[in-house]
T-cell receptor
Framework: KQEVTQIPAALSVPEGENLVLNCSFTDSAIYNLQWFRQDPGKGLTSLLLIQSSQREQTSGRLNASLDKSSGRSTLYIAASQPGDSATYLCAASTDSWGKLQFGAGTQVVVTP | GAGVSQSPSNKVTEKGKDVELRCDPISGHTALYWYRQSLGQGLEFLIYFQGNSAPDKSGLPSDRFSAERTGGSVSTLTIQRTQQEDSAVYLC???????????FGQGTRLTVV
């Protein structure tokens, strides 16, 4: 069974620093991997989707990499802002039906 | 619609009552999923619909839980004889097809008292 792990569980950085969020998965046979953001009391907002054939995906200040052989994905957020404070979740799609296996998330606080 | 819509946003119910949660996916999205998010359990998969069919119901925790989808659009998740352990946030997601980006609704927070 696919296990998805996110370490650390929580992270605090000063504004302007780059954020590096880690996601690891045990089964490299994934279809794709998606990063989400969740604000308190809200649903999930999609940030980036990386297909299994891709090595990275970029959107604005966000860049996500995928290394299937090592079972890792990393989300980089450049020049962090207080508005980036949220919980970040990664999820691996492990079957052709698109069912997602989620990590527990990394709670990020960006201090002004 | 512009996004995935769920209703109600909050529901408080007495133990033993039945509840219905509604999900309106993005127009044209054939794949629809229900997930549950509870403290200490993280996000767990409940059921997957492709069109009106549910080929994967493996995450439904008991036979008190059921779901249907009609017209390839709206889905309803029904919980019968609710228990306190059913208290959680129920999230719905849709995809254009299973290999594309998943979009989530805002969730329904269910509290069983």
């Amino acid at each position: 069974k696919q296990e998805v792990t996110q370490i650390p569980a929580a992270l605090s950085v000063p504004e302007g620093e780059n954020l590096v969020l880690n996601c690891s998965f045990t089964d490299s046979a994934i279809y794709n991997l998606q990063w989400f953001r969740q604000d308190p009391g809200k649903g999930l907002t999609s940030l980036l989707l990386i297909q299994s054939s891709q090595r990275e995906q970029t959107s604005g200040r966000l860049n996500a990499s995928l290394d299937k052989s090592s079972g890792r994905s990393t989300l980089y957020i450049a020049a962090s802002q207080p508005g980036d404070s949220a919980t970040y979740l990664c999820a691996a799609s492990t079957d052709s039906w698109g069912k997602l296996q989620f990590g527990a998330g990394t709670q990020v606080v960006v201090t002004p | 619609g512009a996004g995935v819509s769920q209703s109600p946003s909050n529901k408080v119910t007495e133990k033993g009552k039945d509840v219905e949660l509604r999900c309106d996916p993005i127009s044209g999205h054939t794949a629809l999923y229900w997930y549950r998010q509870s403290l200490g359990q993280g996000l767990e998969f409940l059921i997957y619909f492709q069109g009106n069919s549910a080929p994967d119901k493996s995450g439904l925790p008991s036979d008190r839980f059921s779901a249907e989808r009609t017209g390839g659009s709206v889905s309803t998740l029904t919980i019968q004889r609710t228990q306190q352990e059913d208290s959680a946030v129920y999230l719905c997601a849709s995809r254009e097809d299973p290999g594309t980006e998943a979009f989530f609704g805002q969730g329904t927070r269910l509290t069983v008292v």
